[in-house]
């Protein structure tokens, strides 16, 4: 099958967008490749298509468990094999998954970064047919880059198992430095970058400076119809800001990482079919999300870095239609965001703490550690030790960055089984309690895969069905657990602790340089550009984030607060300024003039014409080259 006829099999779409279908064809060609794609710009079909085309497997690594999670359900809604492998699943789940990846004809394993270098995984990567590694979220394979994963340099290790094998790094948001780390780290064998323009024409970014944020925030949103996504900095806030915008008459809900499965699906779900107008949400929300008539995004709260404002704006007007990305802005957003810099790069004396401290809390010898596996509880782990949890949280990242742990987020894993009899042998057990009959009747019917692969089960929707409680179904699936017709393993939500090498000595930890001090200072000027393009007054907002991103060519949007505040006051002092406007393009359509002779040959008020020129010029409609004017080509 040609490219095209696998996109509309499995897509529905008639024809790529932009840049796709050349990234594909050069994938596709076995060339090592590097694509710079915006939010929505449709990264997923560059690597999907070409892997469909291909005999093997794609490996995509990703650091996004819930991208992971939602990308091999919606691959499985369009009758393609996938799954995934990633941290807190049991070593048997693990060897599961990566047997049907040699048996089973899959398509695409997604896996975290963190288990690129497990033994297991190594073992079995040797009888994988593989015909491309994708590696989205590709800039965190840089340390310039904002959101450096150490786990990121084993990928080049895995190249070493699979020669040949050609490599398609994504991502949607990196600065020039960045793109060429990229390359080298992942050792492409030649420079090969497709870059599609970070310039979204139907987006206008605004800044409102107000000290009433909610007041700002209600009038937005009467003012804007259509779906909306407010971002806030913590799950508190989300929930406040949600009962705020109910208590005004508008339909919201809020959504972070620390909802159970259930309620977030739910939500996610009420949102995108429009039964609730607005989602306040953490940073957790968004990443896979794919709604495209998202007419406003309103960040109530500063992000603290151009690169993480430049995603969550982009989250609006995916469908090309007029959109608004909108941050709310305060005097004292300056000095909240400064005080980040201490919280999220603690002193080394403090981080050294923080790992002894981890020591004591799972009673862990000198030596011992390595490979160890830890159910880990920040707030237990806090209130044992007096530490504060947005240090300690972040003392344990750097940690982290250091090599010394693997410290992982809050993870919600669903429940999930898997059958360990044989299907005829399953209908030969004659079972007693007429409950744990009706219970795997209606599993064997309502979930498919039971007997090869594990299978997400939701507890709350077995109850609503079969009429049995919570307990009664979690009580079942454990005593079918322990008599080996099934592996249970119920939901869980935690973060794990997992320790990359042996424990060491206090006065042997050595966080070097490149993680605390390079990465301090390119996290505060990161965080002095935030600022930069929530204070600036004469600058083009569009134009500080392309530039921002490499992007040296553009020309002003026309569309964002500045922008129309400069058109505003032209016009006010101008006001024939679209006639001017009109005569002025008309002359340098067929010759080009200085200024001066532009001035002279209008028939109009002198300076109102000079006033027209130096704005035409600085929206770009209009360029001087070597003393001359002339239309600005697009």
């Known amino acids: 099958m040609t490219y095209q006829e696998i996109l509309k099999q499995y897509w529905g779409y008639d024809a ?194 107000t000290d009433d944020k909610h007041k700002e925030l209600i009038h937005i949103l009467q003012r804007i119809n259509g779906s909306a996504i407010v971002y806030v900095r913590s799950r508190r806030r989300a929930k406040e800001i949600t009962d705020y915008i109910v208590d005004e008459g508008i339909t919201a809900n809020f959504y972070h990482a620390g909802l159970n499965n259930d309620v977030k699906d739910l939500r996610q779900k009420q949102w995108q079919q429009d039964e609730c107008r607005v989602m306040v949400a953490t940073n957790a929300f968004g990443m896979g999300i794919d709604k495209p008539d998202v007419r406003v995004v309103i960040h109530i709260d500063l992000p603290d870095s151009p690169e993480a404002y430049f995603q969550e704006a982009g989250r609006a007007g995916r469908d090309g239609n007029k959109a608004y990305a909108v941050i709310l802005y305060s005097s004292a957003d300056k000095t909240t965001l400064n005080k980040r810099i201490p919280d999220t790069f603690p002193d080394k004396e403090y981080i050294k703490t923080v790992y002894e401290h981890l020591q004591y809390y799972y009673q862990m010898a000198m030596g011992d550690g390595l490979g160890c596996i830890k159910v880990f509880n920040l707030e237990e782990f806090c209130r044992t030790f007096k530490h ?70 939701s507890e709350e929707s077995i109850a609503l069905r079969t009429g049995l409680n919570r307990n009664q179904i979690y009580q079942t699936l454990v005593s079918l657990s322990k008599r080996n017709i099934i592996d249970y393993i119920p939901q869980r939500k935690t973060p794990y602790i997992i320790y990359t090498r042996e424990r060491v000595d206090h006065d042997r930890i050595n966080i070097p340089q490149s993680v605390y001090e390079d990465r301090k200072e390119r996290y505060e000027n990161r965080i002095a550009a935030m600022i930069g393009y929530a204070t600036s007054e004469d600058a083009c907002r569009s134009r500080i984030l392309l530039r921002y991103f490499g992007e040296k060519n553009e020309h002003n949007c026309g569309q964002c607060d500045i922008c129309i505040a400069k058109k505003k006051r032209l016009s006010l002092s101008t006001p024939n300024y679209d006639e001017l406007k009109e005569e002025i393009l008309t002359l340098l359509k067929h010759k080009k003039y200085t200024a001066a002779q532009i001035v002279d040959l209008i028939n109009a008020d002198k300076e109102a014409v000079t006033n027209t020129l130096n704005y035409l010029l600085d929206q770009e409609e209009i360029s001087m080259i070597d003393g001359f004017c002339q239309i600005t080509l697009s």
């Not at 990928?155 to 040949?164: N, Q, V, W």
């Not at 898997?418 to 007429?434: N, P, T, W």
């Open 16 to 209: 790529f967008r932009g840049i796709q279908e050349d990234i594909i064809q050069s994938i596709g060609a076995g060339k090592d490749t590097l694509g710079l794609m915006p939010t929505g710009g449709g990264k997923s079909i560059t690597f999907q298509v070409p892997a469909m085309a291909q005999e093997g497997l794609c490996i995509v690594v990703t650091p996004l468990i819930a991208l992971m999670k939602d990308q091999v359900r919606n691959l499985r809604d369009r009758g393609i094999k996938a799954l995934a492998i990633y941290s807190g699943m049991s070593r048997q789940e693990i060897i599961i998954a990566l047997e049907n990846c040699i048996f089973g004809n899959y398509k695409f394993l997604y896996i975290s970064p963190e288990r690129l270098n497990t033994e297991i995984f190594l073992i079995k990567l040797r009888s994988i047919q593989v015909n491309m590694i994708t590696i989205d979220e590709s800039h965190c394979i840089s340390q310039w880059g904002y959101d450096f994963r150490p786990a990121y340099l084993n990928i080049a290790d895995i190249r070493k198992h699979l020669p040949g094998v050609p490599v398609l790094a994504l991502t949607a948001t990196a600065t020039p430095e960045v793109v060429v780390d990229i390359q080298k780290r992942l050792e492409f064998k030649e420079e090969n970058v497709f870059r599609m323009s970070f310039e979204r024409k139907n987006l206008a970014y605004i800044v409102r400076t």
């Open 388 to 457: 504060f949890p947005v240090q300690a949280h972040n003392a344990l990242k750097l940690l982290t960055q250091a090599g010394y742990i693997e410290y992982t987020d809050e993870q919600d894993n669903a429940s999930r089984i898997i059958f360990l009899l044989r299907r005829d042998e399953l209908y030969r057990i004659k079972e007693e309690s007429q409950e744990t009959e009706l219970l795997l009747q209606y599993i064997l019917r309502s979930y498919t895969g039971l007997f090869t692969e594990y299978t997400y089960i």
